[in-house]
């Protein structure tokens, strides 16, 4: 099925791409990969009189570590965080989600920012955005404004962002010491949506945990941070059967829904057992 007809934009600056999404409103829809967007154009389900290309704004085209943290720009594509070497030495867990988005194809041409802004409930990107504090850099002709992740998304395909706004880049905060995690996922298939997201970071100082993070996808109707099961692990030294309680509390902060890739009750079991496998696979690299 064909989009219904569109007038396109391709802005080469930033400054451009925000003076047409002052004049154009809501008729526009920014376009980065595309890997969202264009199958609900075909759908009918999104019909934007304008498209906004702004593949061409090459500013937004960046991986930044530095010492406030990771920075990711907006046409930062997931292959970029998938081959990066400091993000696979500094940050694993979103290291580990790069590299499980749906398929080598959608990582070649979509982008972080792009599946945060299409805040699809079953997105890899939302729960680690929630579990490790991320924050989005907002600018529109009005000015600039930084939201948490954890206040960005409204409900499924729904944020924050006013027509005017463009997202440039997300930010994931520094924090002192090194840090363990990883994102574990259950798809039916490659390329698959997840069935059930689980990411998991955390810091150690002192043999204890100093910070902790968990984010769910796919087990509500938005994004999970599992703020009840991070607090257990607070100031806690990591064992195995602290491991299995956290777990029991991430399952029980779930709320899934039955559907075709499996009950509530297989989904929170899923929860318990990827979110112990996670800090189990922590205490193995802590102890190596």
């Excluded at 041409?109 to 850099?137: I, K, R, Y």
Aim: with cysteine; glycine share 8%.
């Amino acid at each position: 099925m064909y989009p219904p007809r569109f007038d396109y934009a391709v802005p080469t600056t930033l400054q451009e791409a925000l003076d047409i999404l002052s004049r154009r409103g809501d008729e526009a829809k920014v376009l980065a990969g595309g890997q969202s967007l264009i199958p609900l154009m075909k759908l009918r389900f999104a019909q934007p009189a304008w498209l906004l290309d702004i593949n061409r704004v090459t500013e937004l085209e960046f991986v930044r570590d530095g010492p406030d943290g990771l920075s990711v720009g907006a046409l930062a594509r997931h292959r970029h965080l998938e081959r990066s070497e400091a993000v696979r030495a500094r940050y694993p867990t979103v290291a580990a989600c790069a590299s499980q988005v749906a398929d080598p194809l959608v990582r070649n041409l979509g982008t972080l920012v792009g599946s945060l802004c299409h805040a699809d409930p079953q997105g890899d990107w939302g729960a680690v955005a929630v579990a490790m504090d991320a924050q989005l850099m907002i600018r529109s002709l009005r000015g600039h404004r930084i939201v948490p992740a954890t206040e960005f998304f409204l409900g499924p395909l729904t944020t924050v962002l006013q027509p005017d706004e463009l997202v440039t880049e997300a930010r994931f905060p520094a924090v002192p010491g090194r840090m363990f995690g990883t994102y574990l996922k259950l798809e039916r298939k490659v390329g698959d949506f997840a069935t059930v997201g689980v990411a998991v970071f955390l810091t150690l100082s002192d043999g204890r945990v100093a910070r902790a993070g968990i984010g769910l996808t796919a087990v509500g109707p938005m994004y999970v941070k599992a703020r009840g099961a991070e607090s257990l692990l607070l100031g806690q030294a990591l064992t195995d059967e602290l491991a299995a309680e956290v777990a029991r509390k991430a399952a029980e902060e779930a709320d899934p829904a039955s559907d075709h890739r499996g009950s509530a009750h297989y989904k929170r079991q899923v929860v318990r057992v990827f979110v112990q496998r996670a800090l189990r696979h922590a205490m193995v690299i802590k102890a190596a």
